[in-house]
């Protein structure tokens, strides 16, 4: 979620949702869901952009990099 001002880049009437696969992406299937927890790291995640009046769509693809959590010394 934190890349969607990037992806939109001002755009309105687009509706991001996200997908583990291209595949998935591509037919709207299999949906991931806020909170999401990465299953590698780092991981890419398909976007798909659809265009909220036309139903037509492109995907773009997000890499999350968990960084680990800083630990006191």
Same mark, same amino acid.
């Given at each position: 979620?934190?890349?969607?001002?990037?992806?939109? =880049?001002?755009?309105?009437?687009?509706?991001?949702?996200y997908?583990?696969t291209?595949? &998935?992406? &591509? =037919?709207?299937?299999?949906?991931?869901?806020?909170?999401?927890? =990465?299953?590698?790291?780092?991981?890419?995640?398909?976007?798909?952009?659809?265009n909220d009046?036309?139903?037509?769509f =492109?995907?773009v693809?997000?890499?999350?990099?968990? &960084?680990?959590?800083?630990?006191?010394e």
């Amino acid at each position: 979620e934190d890349a969607e001002a990037g992806i939109l =880049n001002g755009q309105t009437g687009i509706t991001l949702t996200y997908y583990e696969t291209q595949t &998935d992406a &591509d =037919n709207a299937v299999n949906e991931i869901v806020s909170p999401y927890v =990465n299953t590698s790291n780092a991981q890419t995640i398909f976007v798909r952009a659809e265009n909220d009046a036309t139903g037509c769509f =492109n995907t773009v693809t997000v890499t999350l990099r968990v &960084d680990p959590v800083p630990s006191p010394e």
